[in-house]
């Protein structure tokens, strides 16, 4: 019997970087086992404070599929980044749903300087960690409870999983399909997409 698609949640919000979630996004809706297996391996939606339609950074507007408190429950969630990380953080009511989410998500995950949303949360005290190579040290001056990775596409710390800028998130979600499915499903999947870049060493 073919095991249930895992979910994944996607955090949105006004500023946010678009390729950011979009990346991810593409990744984990196109994850197959083979080229010959139609079934998707994970349900991907999106979730905002608000259904309201939201402006990204880049700017496109998205509508998201959920609020905070019409969520369902989500195995891996991805934190993206972008400019509006800078009020996002602010914000208790968002910090607490990613500190609640936390205890009941297999992966927790960040892109860019989504990675200060889960330090904020208290998720990456005592852990490793990276970002957007122009955040680096703005990261280790914020949390210094948090070991700052620089030239890393992403790290991997079991429970929570980071990683760099815009790009770098496909390559995040690249590796985690190959944690959970095995490496031929990543690379079915970075071929379905046509990406050729990716290294499932490169972390």
Do not use: K
């Amino acid at each position: 019997m073919t095991a249930p698609p895992r979910n994944v949640a996607i955090l949105i919000f006004t500023g946010v970087e678009l390729l950011d979630f979009a990346g991810p996004f593409e990744v984990f809706s196109a994850a197959r086992i083979n080229f010959e297996t139609p079934e998707r391996l994970f349900n991907v939606f999106t979730v905002a404070e608000s259904r309201e339609p939201l402006r990204c950074y880049n700017p496109v507007t998205v509508i998201p599929d959920y609020t905070l408190e019409t969520c369902p429950p989500a195995d891996i969630l991805v934190v993206p980044g972008g400019y509006g990380t800078r009020s996002a953080v602010t914000r208790p009511q968002l910090i607490e749903w990613l500190r609640t989410r936390a205890n009941t998500a297999e992966v927790m995950t960040s892109v860019c300087t989504g990675s200060f949303l889960l330090a904020q949360a208290g998720l990456l005290t005592g852990r490793a960690a990276t970002t957007h190579w122009g955040s680096i040290q703005r990261l280790r001056d914020a949390y210094p409870e948090v070991e700052v990775r620089e030239h890393a596409r992403w790290v991997d710390e079991g429970v929570v999983v980071s990683s760099a800028g815009v790009s770098a998130g496909i390559d995040m979600a690249l590796h985690i399909v190959a944690r959970l499915y095995g490496a031929d499903a990543a690379r079915v999947t970075a071929r379905w997409i046509e990406y050729d870049y990716w290294n499932q060493d490169e972390g």
